[in-house]
């Protein structure tokens, strides 16, 4: 074999169009011989025909066919997003665009941890970070975002923002907070959280008060300093229900009590880009810091987390010195600083498919997409309200419903959720609430039909035992 071609430079495009071919031939074939929203089967069958299909991962000898055998072994097999009855998680099927964009990301191969290996790309990340903390922090000339990972990144980052600002603080969170943040503060070495009961699904002010208050008073008998020294976590889109915490509530209580306040919006963040929707995040830019995933209610391809900054001060924390990356005579001299934009170091240019979909779309076309889903998910409980055999938990928040077949047993709302994942029919999440085990439809297809609802609804209603 010859050397193989290389995806950038004057001959890359040339070789990756036929390669290009084959990938797009091969999920086109793969998908259609999947025949549903993810392979039947369960996991052993799906195992075993993937280690058929690959066989020896490391041959001796190279095989020129590997390309589409693995694309197509990959699609076949996949949980596809973009079938409108894969609807379990904030798992969004990427927009076209976003995905054509991120290709030239993956051919040129940009590394944001120093000017030298992404000159324009980086100049690109300042500018659509800026404009994203400036949805966000409307009023605010200081804000900037930094690019994650996700959620889970941006929640570490910024209880590390909090620990450094205020040593180890008390984090105070609801019950419905994300799982990552009790991992952020073990992983910090933070206290271990106060939660705050939320059976209504949201963090309540008054349940809130009350756990500030004691907070406060526990450590000031412990000798830590009153204020500042308590980081409270507030969900704009809990993951569970796609509940918005009331926020301008808590965040006069965290003034009232001196506390930072972080907002996770991982799944609400989204409502920015709406003009129907954006009201409901109303008390957002009062936070500290804010999460948003754009690989949730944004349509890009993983990855594409954000945390927003309030006071770019704050981001002086993770300021880091490497001779080769960020000499001080190499900073003085005009070259731009970057390793301390991220706990990473080789970090890839994700902002350029949010670029190329931010323009593409604007806010019109992002916001219609937002409301789109938003719609499915009302006219999905309509059709749960209206029918006698389900039982609907709430009307919906977000894009999120959540629904049980009416008198069944937790056991049994289990079993049908996996027999439709056995059967690669359906895949619908779980949800605890209540004391009771829901079956979670999380509405992220823009082009999912009423028609695709109904269907469902019917297979949910044809796989529960009468
Ligand atoms: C999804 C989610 C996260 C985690 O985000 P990842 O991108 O999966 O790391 C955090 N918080 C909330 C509220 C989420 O819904």
């Not at 169009?17 to 392979?39: F, I, K, N």
């Not at 004691?214 to 509940?243: K, W």
């Not at 810091?289 to 002086?316: S, Y």
């Not at 001779?323 to 301390?340: F, I, Q, R, S, W």
């Amino acid at each position: 074999m010859s050397t193989p071609p290389l995806a950038s430079g004057p001959e890359g495009p040339d070789a990756l169009r036929p390669l290009l071919d084959t990938v797009l031939d091969a999920l086109r074939e793969g998908t259609a011989a999947r025949h549903g929203p993810l392979p039947a089967g369960g996991p052993e069958t799906v195992a075993r025909q993937v280690q058929d299909a690959i066989g020896d991962v490391l041959p001796p000898h190279g095989d020129e066919n590997a390309l589409r055998l693995v694309v197509r072994t990959l699609a076949e097999g996949s949980a596809d997003p973009a079938d409108p009855l894969c609807a379990a998680h904030l798992h969004c099927p990427p927009l076209a665009v976003a995905t054509a964009a991120d290709l030239a990301a993956s051919a040129l191969n940009p590394s944001l941890d120093s000017w030298d290996q992404a000159p324009a790309a980086s100049e690109l990340e300042t500018l659509v970070t800026r404009a994203l903390a400036r949805e966000v922090y409307a009023d605010g000339d200081q804000g900037d975002a930094l690019i994650t990972t996700g959620g889970t990144e941006s929640n570490l980052l910024a209880l590390l923002l909090a620990r450094e600002a205020h040593s180890s603080p008390q984090l105070v969170c609801g019950a419905s907070a994300h799982h990552s943040l009790h991992r952020a503060t073990w992983l910090l070495g933070l206290p271990d959280p106060v939660v705050v009961p939320a059976p209504a699904g949201t963090l309540d002010p008054a349940a809130l008060d009350e756990a500030l208050t004691r907070c406060a008073d526990q450590r000031l008998r412990r000798g830590h300093g009153p204020r500042g020294s308590l980081l409270v976590a507030a969900t704009a889109g809990t993951t569970d229900a796609g509940l918005i915490d009331p926020l301008p509530d808590i965040a006069d209580l965290c003034e009232a009590h001196g506390a930072r306040l972080h907002i996770d919006a991982a799944y609400g963040g989204g409502l920015l880009f709406s003009d129907r929707h954006r009201d409901r995040l109303h008390g957002l830019d009062r936070a500290h810091t804010v999460t948003l995933d754009l690989h949730k209610l944004g349509w890009q391809p993983i990855a594409a987390g954000l945390l927003a900054v309030r006071d770019t001060n704050n981001l002086a924390v993770i300021h880091h010195h490497a001779d080769y990356l960020n000499a001080d005579d190499d900073t003085e001299a005009g070259l731009p600083d970057l390793l301390g934009r991220s706990l990473r170091t080789t970090r890839r240019p994700d902002i350029l498919k949010i670029a190329a979909t931010l323009k593409t779309l604007g806010r019109q076309g992002i916001g219609a997409l937002v409301d789109q889903v938003c719609d499915h998910a009302q006219e999905l409980a309509d059709l749960i309200a209206g029918h006698p055999r389900f039982e609907l938990y709430d009307r919906p928040a977000i894009s999120t419903v959540l629904f049980r077949p009416a008198g069944a047993t937790d056991d049994t709302v289990a079993a049908v959720r996996r027999t439709l994942l056995n059967q690669g029919r359906a895949v619908l999440g779980r949800a605890t609430l209540d004391g009771r085990l829901w079956l979670k439809a999380t509405l992220l297809n823009p082009h999912t039909r009423p028609g695709d609802l109904a269907t469902l609804l019917k297979l949910v209603e044809g796989h529960t035992p009468a």
